[in-house]
């Protein structure tokens, strides 16, 4: 079952307007539960579902969760997220609206992944927020829309937290004759797990997450990611937190919608005419949005995010 929508895929005048390049924005921030995570954990559920799996459980607070108990919903399947303490009230009640059960457990995301996994011995099918082939299959369908819409483009913008969006899109681009397409991956300081292996030339990760763009907060991208910044060509890129504000704030006035700084921050590359971007003709931004995003968070990030 299709569990995401085909989602709009606009030209923008505004983002990047001191770029040469058109800029082609791919709207995420629609799909059903606010981000592209429809795509690859709709997909996943979906196929595990019709594996035979009784019930679904996640160790995320954030959209992969909230994609998760979306797609137990609409499979009609019980679906139990495992969040650490860390997770805002408002996280766990988007989720518990979707129908599925939250269970808050540990200090940091591994000790959620952790109990996630225990749990999941018992039947429940684990949906990984990241790392898993069935996720990017399913994500590589966001490459599939502007393709058969006829775009061809010269680069691509995204953001990256584990790296399960660019292993779609990288899946995407080859599936549809645009393997040579490079891909501007764009992270946050501080969330800034495949620039540091990048740099490093090996699959380490950060110790912490000191970014408030939490759904780039991956210590470690998967070993997938990592592999692929040697097979395809992928420009790390990384940006600040408060150009990550901008980018939301300047988004939402040119364009009129809200996302999280996760998404802010591929949109401020653009902004700031990065200098990967100077000699592209036509750029496609992966605006991958974000649920849990409100107005008064952004207002107030906007007053102290330095
Ligand atoms: C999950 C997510 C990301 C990062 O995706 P990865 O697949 O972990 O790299 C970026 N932005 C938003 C809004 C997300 O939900």
């Given at each position: 079952m299709k569990l995401h929508i085909e989602t709009p895929l606009i030209e923008s005048l505004s983002v990047g307007k001191g770029l040469a390049a058109n800029v082609w924005l791919k709207i995420e921030a629609v799909q059903p539960c606010g981000s592209f995570k429809a795509r690859g954990v709709g997909y996943a559920c979906s196929k595990y579902v019709d594996n035979g799996a009784k019930s679904l459980v996640s160790s995320s607070g954030g959209n992969a969760g909230l994609a998760v108990a979306y797609s137990g919903r609409r499979l009609g399947v019980p679906v139990t997220v495992i969040v650490p303490k860390t997770t805002k009230k408002r996280a766990?009640?988007?989720?518990?609206?979707?129908?599925?059960?939250?269970?808050?457990?540990?200090?940091?995301?591994?000790?959620?992944?952790?109990?996630?996994?225990?749990?999941?011995?018992?039947?429940?099918?684990?949906?990984?927020?990241?790392?898993?082939?069935?996720?990017?299959?399913g994500h590589a369908s966001v490459i599939d829309e502007i393709a058969n819409a006829g775009m061809v483009p010269d680069a691509v913008v995204l953001s990256v937290g584990g790296g399960g969006l660019l292993c779609g899109v990288v899946e995407g681009l080859k599936r549809n004759n645009l393997k040579n397409v490079p891909i501007l991956a764009v992270e946050t300081r501080g969330a800034d797990s495949l620039s540091v292996a990048f740099l490093a030339d090996k699959h380490i990760g950060i110790k912490s997450i000191t970014s408030i763009a939490t759904s780039l907060g991956a210590t470690k991208?998967?070993?997938?990611?990592?592999?692929?910044?040697?097979?395809?060509?992928?420009?790390?890129?990384?940006?600040t937190d408060r150009d990550a504000v901008n980018g939301c704030w300047s988004f939402l006035e040119d364009h009129r919608m809200i996302v999280e700084p996760a998404c802010g921050a591929s949109l401020s590359a653009v902004y700031n005419e990065c200098d990967a971007l100077q000699d592209k003709k036509n750029i496609l931004v992966i605006v991958c949005g974000g649920g849990g995003m409100t107005m008064s968070q952004l207002e107030e990030w906007n007053r102290y995010v330095t």
């Open positions: 766990i009640d988007l989720i518990e609206l979707e129908g599925a059960q939250v269970i808050v457990s540990g200090e940091v995301w591994t000790d959620a992944h952790e109990h996630a996994m225990e749990l999941s011995k018992n039947g429940g099918v684990y949906i990984h927020p990241f790392d898993d082939p069935s996720l990017w299959t991208v998967a070993e997938h990611a990592f592999n692929l910044l040697r097979e395809h060509r992928i420009i790390s890129h990384v940006v």
